[in-house]
């Protein structure tokens, strides 16, 4: 079963739009980790947040929202005013306390294409 | 940038041959571990390494394998080519090996295998 799941393929939106890029987990770990990350064309997976399992509390950097709910086991990643900056791949991914070593199991991403 | 290098970036390989890709982790981190990326994927974990010892594999055949040198950096070695193994491979380097350490991501080496 897929650990982590990113159900939205693609998506597009025009400029200044906001847009949210849904993840919804599944772990049997109470102490857990989530990170999203962004990949643009050149390949590279750049970090752009971690949270653990006990600290449910929202964050904002910038333009970028983070909410996490561990009712509904979700990580959600909103952009505020989208830039064409923004346009590229988005993973959601899992690390689990139970784990030997620190396995990341990634979701299918979200293509984010922003629209000048 | 995150100081993870990789190499080389881009290679064409044969079905049935080997291929050797390199990495270097970012500096002071210790522990680096290897991903597979298809097209259109997510990436899957092949294997950490941490003090020169693997500690932690995924559902990766025995045909992966690796190492990983006193100074951090790290190799994966790929036998027997298959066309299924034609992937983005990524390096990524950590300051520790358990559990929720941030990993850092280099560029990747784009393997074909023809």
């Known amino acids: 079963a897929q650990k982590v799941t990113q159900a939205q393929t693609e998506i597009s939106v025009v400029e200044k739009e906001d847009v949210t890029l849904d993840c919804v987990y599944e772990?049997?770990?109470?102490?857990?980790?989530l990170f999203w990350y962004k990949q643009p064309p050149s390949g590279e997976l750049v970090f752009l947040i971690r949270r653990n399992s006990f600290d449910e509390q929202n964050e904002i950097s910038g333009r970028y929202s983070w909410n996490f709910q561990k009712s509904t086991s979700s990580f959600n990643f909103t952009i505020t005013a989208s830039q064409v900056v923004d346009s590229a791949v988005y993973f959601c991914?899992?690390?689990?306390?139970?784990?030997?070593?620190?396995?990341?199991?990634f979701g299918t991403g979200t293509s984010l294409t922003v629209i000048p | 940038e995150t100081g993870v290098t990789q190499s080389p970036t881009h290679l064409i390989k044969t079905r049935g041959q080997q291929v050797t890709l390199r990495c270097s982790s970012q500096s002071g981190h210790n522990t680096v571990s290897w991903y597979q990326q298809a097209l259109g994927q997510g990436p899957q974990f092949i294997f950490q390494?941490?003090?020169?010892?693997e500690n932690g594999r995924g559902n990766f055949p025995p045909r992966f394998s690796g190492l990983q040198f006193p100074n951090y950096s790290s190799e994966l070695n790929v036998n027997a080519l298959e066309l299924d193994d034609s992937a983005l491979y990524l390096c990524?380097?950590?300051?520790?090996w358990g559990a929720g350490n941030t990993i850092y991501f280099g560029e990747g080496s784009w393997l074909t295998v023809v």
């Open positions: 772990t049997r770990d109470t102490t857990y980790y």
């Open positions: 390494y941490y003090r020169e010892e």
């Open positions: 990524a380097s950590s300051l520790g």
């Open positions: 991914a899992l690390s689990e306390s139970s784990n030997t070593g620190n396995q990341f199991y």
